[in-house]
């Protein structure tokens, strides 16, 4: 379904940031997982005279089910994800089951943003925020890119930016 | 007449300087005088009654925009009297101005002083009160001072906190009036100096009088198209587009040429009467269904505490039913008469006299009767025009247009309410149409394909319908047992909705514009032009990848985003490269 009107954005992010998302967004949903299935499966079973086997296996699929979940939608992400110029056009596409692409011409960018968490540090990747005149909605957001990329990429915009005005 | 610039505005009205002899007495000058003195609702009323004293310089200085001859203004005695050439306009606030603090103060004090009738010491604190308020005003009068160079625009006030504000010309977006009764009456006006920013109000001066202000705002809307012109001279000559260049090189003779004043749209009082009565406010239908609401209830309440009412209850059950709902539907209609009178009332008094005048690029409104506002939208800040219509309008074939400035939309609404964003309060549909090109420069050679949405819409929106249906179901089965499949009518209505939204919407991409239609008993128009594109997205979710559609949604600074729903993917994908091709070009030409 792709149309040869729009072109494909070219790049893809860093493979490594399948694990920094299995990590990082998993470490909730295993931290949560593991406080249902070990804290709150026992006093359920104490205070809760509707308890049953039933309900305890339906609380194991719901665990195993948003684990495997965290395991699974990183790489899935990764493989959907994609940005880059096309012109003097910033694209990106991204998302599974709600797909999005922007389209941010870039000289018309304010400022332009390098985020870097703890986590991101670590694994060596960086969130590149590029923010326009509009509003919220209208950021452009390219997580999980590899440093020395992220630092290129900003320099280009910025560079891009700078050679019309002054 | 410059070429360059007719071919870019073409509704855009130059007269030369050349010819024209030196500033005139006021009075004698037949163009700029009519449409200034008869034609202008804005001072015509009070006139009568209470003359402004400062009327005839305010007129002659129109007149007076020579910037580059660098004359003091003939109503600026301190301009210039200590600092070089380079400042443009200096001033302090009116005099008047203490009187009104003075009022101020006085209100402040009343609920003390009326304390104080029964606790002596009260008057004291009330008397220190008045006093420490009355030197605050006074030396912040002393205090404030405005200077109005070419590059920027300052204020300085304080005495013990000193506090100097600068704003840079090219971003000052606005410079609005607004003159409540009481400083009409002593011919003041509070100057609001308006940025890009999206902060809103950036500066307020309390106040001016009318002539000060009017020449600032001359002398300041000059001087900003002189800035933007320097700031855009250089890069504008290696564009390839020589009408562009052509524009650049004459913006900065423009200033010196007095500019006609173009009259786009006056509102009649029929147009207000309009639209008052056509006002359908949410709150005016919650009050008129909360009041139907109330009626019912008591009523039933009669009913049911037959024993205690017995009399009343009689007296009701005698009277046929007809009568009774025709009292019901008496009360009904006094109430929603009642909504319409207030509303009709609330907006002659907003937009009494409204007139929306186009001075060389800059677009001027003036409204307002007790409360009278004048506000300025230079129109290279447009980023959206859109012309409304509810149902009950569009029926009657009205509408209102309404513009989308950078900075202009604002969160806190307290200037939506003020009508700030309304174009043309209310006028014809097709006239509402043929006044796009005031606002929008060029849309008039744009040439709009126009284009339908998804037939695939309707089996969205039905599925949708069918999962509401699903969970109502699901949600009050046990309750209502099959009862609860009543809730599969929202299939139909959902798919019913669908269908009007997909016979109301449209979109089309012309050159240098985009535009949508969109509605589902009421119908609305937007336009957005392209350069002004900042970002564009396309959206899916799960039933649009299942169905191969999506939405496109055009982000503009400030205004409020514009979503086309359901276009097919190829079409969205297509509509939004186009868009965002078209943005980056005009970008890089801008600069």
Known sequence: MTAPVSPRPPQRLAARVVPYWILGDGLTSIVLTSLAWFLGRPWLAENWEHWSSALENVLLGLCLGSLSLALFIPPLNYAR??????GDLLLMRYGILFVEERAVPVRRMQHVDLVRGPIERVFGLATLVVFTAGNEGSAFRVPGLPVDEARELRDRIVQMRGDGRL | MKLGSCAIASCRCVVTDDSDPPPLPPGSDPDRKQSHDNDAPWPAPEQDAAPWPVDDVYDGDIDDDDLDDDEPAPD?????TEDDATVLARGHLHPSILLLRLLDALRQVAFPVILGLLQPWFLVAALGLFLLQLTYSVIRYLTLEYTLTPEELRIREGLLHRQERRIPLDRIQDLGF???ILRRALGLTVVLVETASGRGVEARLDALSRAHAEHLREVLLAARLTAVAKSAERPAADAADDTDVATTSDAPAAPAEPELEWLVHRSTTRELLMRGATDMRLSAFAVTGYAAY?????LGFVTQLAGIAQTFHNWLSSLPTVVVLAVLAGLMFLVVALGIVTSTLGNLVQFHGFQIVLRGDVLQRRYGLLTTRQKTLPRERVQRVTIEQTWLRRLLGYSVMKADSAGGSRPDGQDTSAGWDVVVPLTKATTAHALLPALLP????THFEWHRGSKKLV?????????LA?????????RLEANALFALLLVPIWAILGVLVWRNLGWASGDDFFALQHGIIGKNFATVPTKKVQAVVVRQGIVGQLLGVADITVYVAGGSPTC???LTLRDARKLSHDLGQRAAIAAARDW
């Open chain 2, 178 to 180: 607004e003159s409540t």
């Open chain 2, 76 to 80: 600026e005695p301190e301009a210039k």
């Open chain 2, 442 to 445: 060029g849309i008039e050679n």
């Open chain 2, 459 to 467: 089996i969205r929106t039905a599925l949708q319908g069918c999962m």
């Open chain 2, 470 to 478: 699903g969970v109502a179901i699901a949600a009050t089965w046990w």
């Open chain 2, 564 to 566: 086309i729903p359901d």
């Open chain 2, 294 to 298: 109330e009626l019912a209830n008591q």
């Open chain 1, 81 to 86: 994800w994609r940005y880059g110029f096309v």
